[in-house]
């Protein structure tokens, strides 16, 4: 069954260090997305991504975040400089399409800074 | 507050219980997921809901599009079955991004 796959599955990092957090979209699947779950707390919306652009973003996407689709397979989520306050679990989603309303979610990455 | 709101938040049951576990929305929806996520922190997608009921397994969830709730159900519950379910929205006006509730951690003993 096709699944969407990130890595890496733990990063710690130094606070001011950048990351970048990979995904492996499903490869039929249009549309990308970046949500993040600091621990204890629900699961938020970043970013939303389509056709090479960000189609939507929350106010918790400030400018030290960005996005990329660099081939035609990966969807990265660059920290700029991190924060002690990013240490969360990350999510790639991707779907069909935007309306397609049934998106799919990789597995996550634990992002601890240190 | 919240857009979408779960109960209980925490839920513990012994082996072979019923389990409900409810979901209110406060927003134009155009579906209602139930998500499940475990402790290792990943989510898998159980249901989609735009109307009425969906089964699989031993798992069943409703929607009431007019009074703006849904709930999930567990039969015959099994302490394989603890996580955490989530509810999320996929809002009119915002495509599949998804709101998501609080969750409702669910213990299921032996």
């Known amino acids: 069954e096709p699944e969407v796959t990130q890595t890496p599955s733990h990063q710690v990092t130094q606070m001011g260090q950048e990351v970048i957090l990979r995904c492996v979209p499903i490869s039929n699947h249009l549309y990308f997305y970046w949500y993040r779950q600091i621990l204890g707390q629900k699961v938020e919306f970043l970013v939303s991504?389509?056709?090479?652009?960000?189609?939507?973003k929350s106010e918790i996407f400030d400018d030290q975040f960005s996005v990329e689709r660099p081939d035609g397979s990966n969807f990265t989520l660059k920290i700029r400089s991190t924060k002690l306050e990013d240490s969360a679990m990350y999510f790639c989603?991707?779907?069909?399409?935007?309306?397609?309303?049934?998106?799919?979610f990789g597995q996550g990455t634990r992002l601890t800074v240190v | 507050k919240n857009e979408v709101e779960q109960s209980p938040q925490n839920l513990t049951a012994q082996e072979g219980e019923f389990i409900t576990i409810n979901c209110s929305y406060s927003v134009g929806i155009s579906a209602l997921h139930w998500l499940q996520q475990h402790p290792g922190g990943g989510i898998v997608s159980l249901f989609m809901?735009?109307?009425g009921k969906k089964k699989h397994g031993r798992l069943i969830a409703t929607i009431n599009i007019q009074e703006k709730h849904s709930s999930l159900h567990i039969t015959a519950s099994h302490p394989r079955d603890s996580a955490v379910y989530i509810c999320a929205v996929s809002q009119e006006t915002s495509g599949s991004r998804l709101t998501f509730g609080e969750g409702t951690q669910l213990t299921v003993n032996p």
């Open positions: 991504f389509y056709n090479n652009e960000i189609s939507e």
């Open positions: 989603a991707s779907s069909v399409f935007r309306y397609s309303k049934e998106a799919f």
């Open positions: 809901l735009s109307s």
